[in-house]
T-cell receptor, first 112, second 111 residues
């Protein structure tokens, strides 16, 4: 079963706009990660945020984590057509020996 | 490129058959995990191996089994294939902390 749920399921924006995706999860976590997947390909790690962190930046990516609400958001600024992909959040639950539980993903389409 | 390679990339089997998928981990990684990703869904954890021992298992039946070899490469075996086993099977390696490095996956179709 999926631990997390991403919202929205699909998002379509124009190049240059910002894209925001949200993730909710159910259990206590050690950390939360975001991954990107181009159609039918493997997943690529984007960013990891630990449970004691509230915000993290990496290039055009900004991730926030609210453990009280069990939610996270991924912001991609100044989007490009090449950002078109599916984005997944994944949680590393406390005591789970490094098993990631993925959400169902947000399909982002950036129109040129 | 992550350095994790999987084979085969695509394969077609019929119901009841058995399949073996292979994964070569990134150099220096001693932990390998396998995930099943159905179309339109997020990956689901099958199991993880650390230094040749199973180190965690998801909600998959015993007909899903695995091996990790001394060089940390790995196999996923699925017996008595069912139609619902059709999916992308992803292998991921790690050094135990932080991010996972995924291969490109093996696309299994069961007819």
């Amino acid at each position: 079963s999926q631990q997390g749920e991403e919202d929205p399921q699909a998002l379509s924006i124009q190049e240059g706009e910002n894209a925001t995706m949200n993730c909710s999860y159910k259990t206590s976590i050690n950390n939360l990660q975001w991954y990107r997947q181009n159609s039918g390909r493997g997943l690529v790690h984007l960013i990891l945020i630990r449970s004691n962190e509230r915000e993290k930046h990496s290039g055009r990516l900004r991730v926030t984590l609210d453990t009280s609400k069990k939610s996270s958001s991924l912001l991609i600024t100044a989007s490009r057509a090449a950002d078109t992909a599916s984005y997944f959040c994944a949680t590393d639950r406390s005591g789970s020996a490094r098993q990631l539980t993925f959400g169902s993903g947000t399909q982002l389409t950036v129109l040129p | 490129e992550t350095g994790v390679t999987q084979s085969p990339t695509h394969l077609i089997k019929t119901r009841g058959q058995q399949v073996t998928l292979r994964c070569s981990s990134q150099s220096g990684h001693n932990t390998v995990s396998w995930y099943q990703q159905a179309l339109g869904q997020g990956p689901q954890f099958i199991f993880q191996y650390y230094r040749e021992e199973e180190n965690g298992r998801g909600n998959f039946p015993p007909r899903f089994s695995g091996l990790q070899f001394p060089n940390y490469s790995s196999e996923l075996n699925v017996n008595a294939l069912e139609l619902d086993d059709s999916a992308l099977y992803l292998c991921a390696s790690s050094s135990g902390v932080g991010e996972l490095f995924f291969g490109e996956g093996s696309r299994l179709t069961v007819l």
